[in-house]
Protein backbone atom coordinates (compact mmCIF):
# COMPACT_ATOMS: atom_id res chain seq x y z
CA UNK A 1 0.00 0.00 0.00
CA UNK A 2 1.31 3.40 -0.62
CA UNK A 3 1.59 5.44 2.23
CA UNK A 4 0.22 9.15 2.06
CA UNK A 5 1.60 10.01 5.36
CA UNK A 6 5.17 9.30 6.93
CA UNK A 7 6.40 11.07 10.26
CA UNK A 8 9.63 10.36 11.10
CA UNK A 9 11.39 11.27 14.24
CA UNK A 10 9.50 14.82 14.67
CA UNK A 11 10.24 17.02 17.39
CA UNK A 12 9.34 20.46 17.75
CA UNK A 13 11.12 22.62 20.12
CA UNK A 14 9.40 26.08 21.61
CA UNK A 15 10.60 28.37 24.44
CA UNK A 16 9.21 29.89 27.21
CA UNK A 17 9.68 33.01 28.37
CA UNK A 18 8.82 34.80 31.31
CA UNK A 19 7.91 37.93 30.10
CA UNK A 20 8.62 39.96 27.12
CA UNK A 21 11.61 41.47 28.62
CA UNK A 22 13.46 37.96 28.24
CA UNK A 23 12.02 37.23 25.26
CA UNK A 24 13.90 40.06 23.76
CA UNK A 25 17.45 39.46 25.65
CA UNK A 26 17.09 36.26 24.08
CA UNK A 27 17.04 38.37 20.29
CA UNK A 28 19.43 39.98 21.64
CA UNK A 29 21.81 37.36 23.52
CA UNK A 30 20.48 34.19 21.46
CA UNK A 31 20.50 31.02 23.59
CA UNK A 32 20.86 32.17 27.17
CA UNK A 33 17.36 33.09 27.61
CA UNK A 34 14.04 31.40 27.67
CA UNK A 35 12.95 27.78 28.60
CA UNK A 36 13.53 25.32 25.59
CA UNK A 37 9.72 22.95 25.95
CA UNK A 38 9.25 19.87 23.52
CA UNK A 39 5.37 20.22 22.72
CA UNK A 40 6.44 16.88 20.21
CA UNK A 41 9.26 14.76 21.29
CA UNK A 42 9.70 12.46 18.73
CA UNK A 43 6.90 11.08 16.65
CA UNK A 44 6.45 8.46 14.34
CA UNK A 45 3.95 7.41 12.59
CA UNK A 46 3.06 6.16 9.12
CA UNK A 47 -1.03 6.27 7.14
CA UNK A 48 -1.33 4.68 4.15
CA UNK A 49 -3.34 6.10 1.29
CA UNK A 50 -7.25 6.21 2.12
CA UNK A 51 -7.13 5.82 5.58
CA UNK A 52 -8.82 8.78 7.95
CA UNK A 53 -6.22 8.47 11.25
CA UNK A 54 -7.91 10.30 14.32
CA UNK A 55 -5.70 12.01 16.52
CA UNK A 56 -6.65 11.66 20.20
CA UNK A 57 -4.96 13.33 23.69
CA UNK A 58 -6.04 15.30 26.53
CA UNK A 59 -4.91 19.28 26.23
CA UNK A 60 -1.36 20.42 25.19
CA UNK A 61 -0.58 16.85 24.40
CA UNK A 62 0.21 17.92 20.53
CA UNK A 63 -3.04 16.85 18.52
CA UNK A 64 -2.74 20.71 16.69
CA UNK A 65 0.96 20.96 16.72
CA UNK A 66 1.26 17.65 14.89
CA UNK A 67 -1.98 18.37 12.32
CA UNK A 68 0.02 21.93 11.48
CA UNK A 69 3.41 20.52 10.74
CA UNK A 70 1.71 18.08 8.64
CA UNK A 71 -0.09 20.64 6.84
CA UNK A 72 3.32 22.64 6.25
CA UNK A 73 1.89 25.85 8.33
CA UNK A 74 4.09 25.09 11.41
CA UNK A 75 7.86 23.46 10.94
CA UNK A 76 9.79 21.10 12.64
CA UNK A 77 12.23 21.49 14.44
CA UNK A 78 13.85 18.21 13.54
CA UNK A 79 12.76 14.82 11.96
CA UNK A 80 11.02 14.52 8.17
CA UNK A 81 7.67 14.58 7.04
CA UNK A 82 6.54 13.57 3.72
CA UNK A 83 2.98 13.81 2.19
CA UNK A 84 1.96 12.27 -1.13
CA UNK A 85 -0.17 15.06 -2.68
CA UNK A 86 -1.69 18.54 -1.88
CA UNK A 87 -2.58 18.99 1.76
CA UNK A 88 -5.47 21.19 3.44
CA UNK A 89 -5.38 22.39 6.74
CA UNK A 90 -8.99 22.90 8.25
CA UNK A 91 -9.01 24.79 11.84
CA UNK A 92 -10.93 27.39 13.02
CA UNK A 93 -9.80 30.39 11.32
CA UNK A 94 -6.62 28.68 9.56
CA UNK A 95 -5.22 31.12 7.16
CA UNK A 96 -7.94 33.63 7.33
CA UNK A 97 -7.35 36.97 7.32
CA UNK A 98 -9.31 38.94 9.29
CA UNK A 99 -9.44 41.97 7.71
CA UNK A 100 -10.69 40.93 4.51
CA UNK A 101 -13.90 39.95 3.93
CA UNK A 102 -15.38 36.07 3.44
CA UNK A 103 -15.26 36.59 -0.06
CA UNK A 104 -12.09 38.10 -0.73
CA UNK A 105 -10.39 35.43 1.56
CA UNK A 106 -11.98 32.46 -1.20
CA UNK A 107 -10.01 34.50 -3.99
CA UNK A 108 -6.86 34.99 -2.21
CA UNK A 109 -6.80 31.00 -0.89
CA UNK A 110 -7.63 29.70 -4.30
CA UNK A 111 -5.32 32.46 -5.54
CA UNK A 112 -2.74 30.97 -3.67
CA UNK A 113 -3.45 27.34 -4.23
CA UNK A 114 -2.41 28.42 -8.16
CA UNK A 115 -6.53 29.00 -9.29
CA UNK A 116 -6.84 31.11 -12.09
CA UNK A 117 -9.45 33.64 -11.96
CA UNK A 118 -11.79 31.75 -14.27
CA UNK A 119 -11.81 29.27 -12.48
CA UNK A 120 -11.76 31.27 -9.11
CA UNK A 121 -15.42 32.25 -10.44
CA UNK A 122 -16.39 29.09 -10.86
CA UNK A 123 -15.78 27.96 -7.32
CA UNK A 124 -17.14 30.61 -5.46
CA UNK A 125 -20.77 30.22 -5.78
CA UNK A 126 -20.54 26.68 -4.62
CA UNK A 127 -18.02 27.75 -1.50
CA UNK A 128 -20.50 30.47 -0.50
CA UNK A 129 -23.55 27.86 -0.48
CA UNK A 130 -21.59 25.42 1.20
CA UNK A 131 -20.40 27.74 4.18
CA UNK A 132 -24.19 28.94 4.69
CA UNK A 133 -22.52 32.53 4.47
CA UNK A 134 -24.60 34.03 1.63
CA UNK A 135 -26.00 37.12 3.61
CA UNK A 136 -22.75 37.94 5.59
CA UNK A 137 -19.97 37.13 2.72
CA UNK A 138 -18.72 40.70 1.48
CA UNK A 139 -18.35 41.28 5.71
CA UNK A 140 -15.11 41.17 6.98
CA UNK A 141 -14.50 38.49 8.42
CA UNK A 142 -13.44 40.25 11.82
CA UNK A 143 -16.92 40.13 12.20
CA UNK A 144 -17.97 36.28 12.02
CA UNK A 145 -18.39 34.11 14.72
CA UNK A 146 -15.70 31.34 15.50
CA UNK A 147 -18.55 28.78 13.89
CA UNK A 148 -18.81 31.46 10.75
CA UNK A 149 -14.85 31.17 10.55
CA UNK A 150 -14.99 27.45 10.60
CA UNK A 151 -17.24 26.58 7.84
CA UNK A 152 -16.08 29.13 5.36
CA UNK A 153 -12.32 27.43 5.95
CA UNK A 154 -14.36 24.17 5.62
CA UNK A 155 -16.07 25.01 2.48
CA UNK A 156 -12.60 26.72 1.16
CA UNK A 157 -10.57 23.98 1.49
CA UNK A 158 -12.81 21.34 0.17
CA UNK A 159 -13.31 22.90 -2.63
CA UNK A 160 -9.57 22.55 -3.91
CA UNK A 161 -10.28 18.86 -3.73
CA UNK A 162 -7.16 18.05 -2.07
CA UNK A 163 -5.26 14.31 -1.50
CA UNK A 164 -5.12 14.87 2.29
CA UNK A 165 -7.23 17.08 4.52
CA UNK A 166 -6.63 17.68 7.81
CA UNK A 167 -9.41 18.44 10.23
CA UNK A 168 -8.48 20.38 13.22
CA UNK A 169 -11.71 20.65 15.61
CA UNK A 170 -12.94 22.45 13.06
CA UNK A 171 -16.46 20.67 14.10
CA UNK A 172 -16.69 21.42 17.44
CA UNK A 173 -17.21 25.14 17.06
CA UNK A 174 -20.18 25.17 14.15
CA UNK A 175 -23.66 24.04 14.69
CA UNK A 176 -24.47 20.32 15.18
CA UNK A 177 -26.28 20.44 11.61
CA UNK A 178 -23.26 21.87 10.26
CA UNK A 179 -20.89 19.47 11.51
CA UNK A 180 -23.30 16.65 9.97
CA UNK A 181 -23.23 18.01 6.42
CA UNK A 182 -19.24 18.25 7.26
CA UNK A 183 -19.15 14.47 8.48
CA UNK A 184 -20.84 13.92 5.23
CA UNK A 185 -18.79 15.65 2.73
CA UNK A 186 -15.60 13.82 4.71
CA UNK A 187 -17.43 10.57 4.00
CA UNK A 188 -17.32 11.18 0.58
CA UNK A 189 -14.01 12.21 0.51
CA UNK A 190 -13.32 9.07 2.38
CA UNK A 191 -15.56 6.92 -0.11
CA UNK A 192 -12.95 9.19 -2.71
CA UNK A 193 -10.13 7.05 -1.28
CA UNK A 194 -8.84 10.56 0.47
CA UNK A 195 -6.15 10.36 3.10
CA UNK A 196 -7.73 12.60 6.60
CA UNK A 197 -6.28 13.40 9.68
CA UNK A 198 -8.77 14.00 11.78
CA UNK A 199 -8.50 16.39 15.06
CA UNK A 200 -11.37 16.13 17.67
CA UNK A 201 -12.06 15.92 21.57
CA UNK A 202 -15.55 14.12 20.12
CA UNK A 203 -14.82 10.33 21.58
CA UNK A 204 -18.38 9.34 19.29
CA UNK A 205 -17.26 11.20 15.94
CA UNK A 206 -13.58 9.81 16.17
CA UNK A 207 -15.33 6.16 16.42
CA UNK A 208 -17.82 7.04 13.72
CA UNK A 209 -15.49 8.06 11.60
CA UNK A 210 -11.70 6.97 12.00
CA UNK A 211 -9.78 3.79 10.79
CA UNK A 212 -6.77 4.19 13.01
CA UNK A 213 -6.19 6.26 16.11
CA UNK A 214 -2.56 8.10 17.25
CA UNK A 215 -2.71 8.55 21.00
CA UNK A 216 -0.84 11.88 21.97
CA UNK A 217 0.68 12.12 25.41
CA UNK A 218 2.89 14.84 26.31
CA UNK A 219 3.89 15.31 23.39
CA UNK A 220 4.63 11.32 22.55
CA UNK A 221 3.04 8.67 20.87
CA UNK A 222 1.14 6.64 23.71
CA UNK A 223 -0.69 3.79 21.17
CA UNK A 224 -0.97 3.91 17.66
CA UNK A 225 -3.67 1.34 16.33
CA UNK A 226 -7.07 0.19 15.24
CA UNK A 227 -10.08 2.18 16.47
CA UNK A 228 -11.61 -0.06 18.44
CA UNK A 229 -8.30 -1.07 20.01
CA UNK A 230 -7.44 2.49 20.59
CA UNK A 231 -10.55 4.21 22.06
CA UNK A 232 -11.62 1.96 24.81
CA UNK A 233 -8.28 1.75 26.36
CA UNK A 234 -8.28 6.18 26.05
CA UNK A 235 -11.63 6.23 27.09
CA UNK A 236 -10.49 4.48 30.26
CA UNK A 237 -7.70 6.84 30.55
CA UNK A 238 -9.79 9.63 30.44
CA UNK A 239 -12.16 8.47 33.34
CA UNK A 240 -8.96 7.91 35.39
CA UNK A 241 -7.50 11.41 34.48
CA UNK A 242 -10.75 13.14 35.01
CA UNK A 243 -10.59 11.65 39.06
CA UNK A 244 -7.12 11.78 39.73
CA UNK A 245 -6.00 14.99 41.56
CA UNK A 246 -3.57 17.57 40.23
CA UNK A 247 -0.75 16.41 41.88
CA UNK A 248 -0.93 12.82 40.14
CA UNK A 249 -1.31 14.30 37.47
CA UNK A 250 1.86 16.36 37.53
CA UNK A 251 3.57 13.01 38.20
CA UNK A 252 1.81 11.20 35.57
CA UNK A 253 3.02 13.56 33.63
CA UNK A 254 7.26 13.51 34.84
CA UNK A 255 7.13 9.93 34.11
CA UNK A 256 5.80 9.73 30.59
CA UNK A 257 8.48 13.47 30.02
CA UNK A 258 10.79 11.52 31.09
CA UNK A 259 9.99 7.67 30.02
CA UNK A 260 10.65 6.11 33.39
CA UNK A 261 8.48 2.90 33.89
CA UNK A 262 5.81 3.47 36.68
CA UNK A 263 2.05 1.71 36.60
CA UNK A 264 -0.17 3.69 37.33
CA UNK A 265 -3.76 2.00 38.27
CA UNK A 266 -5.57 3.05 35.26
CA UNK A 267 -8.59 0.46 34.65
CA UNK A 268 -8.19 -2.29 31.83
CA UNK A 269 -11.21 -1.38 29.43
CA UNK A 270 -13.28 -4.86 28.53
CA UNK A 271 -12.69 -5.25 24.79
CA UNK A 272 -16.14 -4.62 23.39
CA UNK A 273 -17.59 -3.93 20.23
CA UNK A 274 -17.93 -0.01 21.28
CA UNK A 275 -18.94 1.24 17.77
CA UNK A 276 -22.05 -1.06 17.26
CA UNK A 277 -23.02 -0.92 20.92
CA UNK A 278 -23.04 2.52 21.18
CA UNK A 279 -25.25 2.99 18.62
CA UNK A 280 -27.78 -0.09 19.07
CA UNK A 281 -28.14 0.63 23.16
CA UNK A 282 -29.40 3.96 23.72
CA UNK A 283 -32.82 4.47 24.56
CA UNK A 284 -34.39 7.46 25.86
CA UNK A 285 -37.80 8.17 27.90
CA UNK A 286 -39.47 10.73 29.32
CA UNK A 287 -40.07 11.20 33.13
CA UNK A 288 -40.87 13.37 35.85
CA UNK A 289 -38.17 13.65 38.65
CA UNK A 290 -36.56 16.33 40.98
CA UNK A 291 -33.24 15.97 41.51
CA UNK A 292 -30.01 17.18 43.23
CA UNK A 293 -26.20 16.39 43.40
CA UNK A 294 -25.04 13.93 45.65
CA UNK A 295 -21.06 12.80 44.87
CA UNK A 296 -17.95 15.22 45.96
CA UNK A 297 -16.14 14.49 42.20
CA UNK A 298 -19.02 14.56 39.26
CA UNK A 299 -19.50 15.72 36.12
CA UNK A 300 -22.40 17.26 33.40
CA UNK A 301 -22.19 15.86 30.01
CA UNK A 302 -23.13 17.53 26.75
CA UNK A 303 -24.39 13.79 25.65
CA UNK A 304 -23.81 10.67 27.22
CA UNK A 305 -22.79 8.76 24.16
CA UNK A 306 -19.70 11.25 24.35
CA UNK A 307 -17.89 11.01 28.11
CA UNK A 308 -14.94 13.40 26.73
CA UNK A 309 -17.19 16.85 26.42
CA UNK A 310 -18.06 17.33 29.96
CA UNK A 311 -17.81 20.26 32.91
CA UNK A 312 -17.39 19.74 36.42
CA UNK A 313 -20.77 19.55 38.55
CA UNK A 314 -19.85 21.10 41.25
CA UNK A 315 -20.98 24.96 40.59
CA UNK A 316 -24.36 22.91 40.49
CA UNK A 317 -24.74 21.71 43.54
CA UNK A 318 -27.15 22.30 46.65
CA UNK A 319 -29.87 23.32 44.27
CA UNK A 320 -32.48 21.57 42.83
CA UNK A 321 -33.43 20.52 39.29
CA UNK A 322 -36.21 19.14 36.79
CA UNK A 323 -35.57 16.00 35.46
CA UNK A 324 -37.80 14.98 32.04
CA UNK A 325 -35.40 12.35 30.14
CA UNK A 326 -33.73 9.43 30.86
CA UNK A 327 -31.47 7.79 28.61
CA UNK A 328 -29.83 4.07 29.26
CA UNK A 329 -26.75 4.16 27.45
CA UNK A 330 -24.65 1.12 27.30
CA UNK A 331 -26.64 -0.10 30.76
CA UNK A 332 -26.03 3.02 32.60
CA UNK A 333 -28.57 5.64 33.43
CA UNK A 334 -28.41 9.19 32.86
CA UNK A 335 -30.51 11.91 33.76
CA UNK A 336 -30.54 15.22 31.99
CA UNK A 337 -30.96 18.18 34.73
CA UNK A 338 -32.60 21.31 33.45
CA UNK A 339 -33.62 24.47 35.46
CA UNK A 340 -36.96 24.51 34.19
CA UNK A 341 -39.57 21.74 33.95
CA UNK A 342 -38.36 21.11 30.32
CA UNK A 343 -36.00 19.09 28.50
CA UNK A 344 -35.44 21.69 26.13
CA UNK A 345 -35.36 25.18 28.32
CA UNK A 346 -32.76 26.27 30.69
CA UNK A 347 -31.05 22.42 30.48
CA UNK A 348 -27.75 22.07 32.09
CA UNK A 349 -26.54 18.64 31.02
CA UNK A 350 -26.34 14.81 31.15
CA UNK A 351 -25.40 13.26 34.63
CA UNK A 352 -24.59 9.97 35.67
CA UNK A 353 -27.78 8.53 37.86
CA UNK A 354 -25.17 7.35 40.34
CA UNK A 355 -24.00 10.98 40.91
CA UNK A 356 -27.79 12.43 41.33
CA UNK A 357 -30.54 11.49 44.25
CA UNK A 358 -33.96 11.95 42.80
CA UNK A 359 -37.58 11.73 43.41
CA UNK A 360 -40.56 11.36 41.75
CA UNK A 361 -42.06 14.89 40.62
CA UNK A 362 -45.95 14.69 39.80
CA UNK A 363 -47.94 18.04 39.76
CA UNK A 364 -51.52 17.05 41.70
CA UNK A 365 -53.54 19.89 40.58
CA UNK A 366 -53.83 23.16 40.36
CA UNK A 367 -56.65 24.43 42.53
CA UNK A 368 -56.91 27.55 44.50
CA UNK A 369 -56.13 26.51 48.13
CA UNK A 370 -55.59 28.80 51.47
CA UNK A 371 -53.63 27.70 54.26
CA UNK A 372 -52.06 29.63 57.12
CA UNK A 373 -48.27 29.88 57.49
CA UNK A 374 -47.03 28.06 60.62
CA UNK A 375 -43.65 30.13 60.86
CA UNK A 376 -41.42 27.22 60.51
CA UNK A 377 -39.52 25.96 57.39
CA UNK A 378 -38.55 27.90 54.13
CA UNK A 379 -40.01 29.57 50.91
CA UNK A 380 -38.17 27.79 47.70
CA UNK A 381 -38.25 28.63 43.97
CA UNK A 382 -38.74 24.96 43.34
CA UNK A 383 -40.20 22.41 44.86
CA UNK A 384 -38.21 20.13 47.30
CA UNK A 385 -35.89 22.84 47.05
CA UNK A 386 -32.06 23.40 48.77
CA UNK A 387 -29.94 26.14 49.31
CA UNK A 388 -29.63 27.71 46.65
CA UNK A 389 -33.43 27.62 45.65
CA UNK A 390 -33.73 29.81 48.74
CA UNK A 391 -36.63 32.64 48.39
CA UNK A 392 -37.02 33.31 51.96
CA UNK A 393 -34.51 31.15 54.00
CA UNK A 394 -37.18 31.68 57.10
CA UNK A 395 -40.82 31.93 57.12
CA UNK A 396 -41.02 33.02 60.81
CA UNK A 397 -42.03 36.56 59.82
CA UNK A 398 -44.98 35.45 57.86
CA UNK A 399 -46.09 33.01 60.77
CA UNK A 400 -50.05 33.58 61.14
CA UNK A 401 -50.24 34.76 57.46
CA UNK A 402 -52.43 33.16 54.65
CA UNK A 403 -50.96 31.36 51.70
CA UNK A 404 -53.09 31.32 48.73
CA UNK A 405 -52.16 27.93 46.88
CA UNK A 406 -52.47 28.05 42.89
CA UNK A 407 -50.50 24.64 42.56
CA UNK A 408 -50.20 21.82 44.31
CA UNK A 409 -47.09 19.18 43.61
CA UNK A 410 -45.90 16.21 45.11
CA UNK A 411 -42.17 15.29 45.49
CA UNK A 412 -41.46 11.68 46.35
CA UNK A 413 -43.97 11.09 49.29
CA UNK A 414 -44.45 15.35 50.28
CA UNK A 415 -47.01 17.72 49.08
CA UNK A 416 -45.63 21.02 48.02
CA UNK A 417 -47.80 23.99 47.58
CA UNK A 418 -47.04 27.30 45.40
CA UNK A 419 -48.30 30.85 46.04
CA UNK A 420 -47.59 34.43 46.08
CA UNK A 421 -46.12 35.43 49.26
CA UNK A 422 -45.43 38.90 49.60
CA UNK A 423 -45.20 39.79 45.56
CA UNK A 424 -42.88 36.58 45.12
CA UNK A 425 -43.68 33.22 44.28
CA UNK A 426 -42.87 30.33 46.11
CA UNK A 427 -42.52 26.72 47.02
CA UNK A 428 -43.57 25.79 50.59
CA UNK A 429 -43.89 22.29 52.50
CA UNK A 430 -46.49 20.47 53.84
CA UNK A 431 -45.25 20.46 56.92
CA UNK A 432 -44.73 24.03 57.13
CA UNK A 433 -48.60 25.06 56.55
CA UNK A 434 -52.04 23.99 58.47
CA UNK A 435 -55.66 24.76 57.21
N1 LIG B 1 3.59 28.81 19.62
C1 LIG B 1 3.78 28.15 20.76
N2 LIG B 1 4.70 28.56 21.66
C2 LIG B 1 4.92 27.90 22.81
N3 LIG B 1 4.26 26.76 23.15
C3 LIG B 1 3.34 26.30 22.28
C4 LIG B 1 3.03 26.96 21.05
N4 LIG B 1 2.06 26.25 20.41
C5 LIG B 1 1.78 25.20 21.22
N5 LIG B 1 2.54 25.24 22.33
C6 LIG B 1 2.51 24.28 23.43
O1 LIG B 1 2.71 22.98 22.89
C7 LIG B 1 1.95 22.01 23.58
C8 LIG B 1 1.09 21.26 22.58
O2 LIG B 1 0.09 22.15 22.12
P1 LIG B 1 -1.03 21.71 21.05
O3 LIG B 1 -1.86 22.92 20.79
O4 LIG B 1 -0.37 21.05 19.92
O5 LIG B 1 -1.84 20.64 21.89
P2 LIG B 1 -3.26 19.99 21.57
O6 LIG B 1 -3.14 18.54 21.90
O7 LIG B 1 -3.71 20.37 20.21
O8 LIG B 1 -4.15 20.70 22.66
P3 LIG B 1 -5.72 21.06 22.66
O9 LIG B 1 -6.48 19.78 22.83
O10 LIG B 1 -5.85 21.95 23.87
O11 LIG B 1 -6.02 21.78 21.38
C9 LIG B 1 1.16 22.77 24.63
O12 LIG B 1 1.82 22.67 25.85
C10 LIG B 1 1.16 24.18 24.13
O13 LIG B 1 1.08 25.09 25.20
Not at 75 to 91: D, K
Not at 117 to 137: C, G, N, T
Not at 229 to 255: C, G, T
Not at 265 to 270: N, R, S, V
Request: glycine fraction near 6%.
Amino acid sequence: MDKAIVVKNVKKKYKLYSGTRERILDIIVPGRFGEEFYALSGIDFKADMGEVIGFVGINGSGKSTLSNIIAGIVPESSGTVSTNGQVALIAVSAGLKNDLTGRDNIELKLLMLGLSKDEIKELEPEIIEFAELEKFIDQPVKSYSSGMKSRLGFAISVSVDPDILVIDEALSVGDKAFAEKCLDKMKEFKQDGKTMIFVSHSIGQMKRFCDKILWLEFGKVKEYGAVQEVMPKYEAFLDYWKKISKAKREEYKQNVINNKEKTFDIPIPEVVQEQEKSIETIEERAISRMGIINQEECFIYNTPNDLNVFKSAHPYKKSVYYIKRKITYNDEIFYLLSNQPSAKSDVIGWMKAKDVKTRQHTTIDEDNKTFIIIGTGKGFNRPWGSEKNYIYNTLNKYKNNEFHVIKTDRVGKTLWYYGLLDDKKVWIHENDLKD
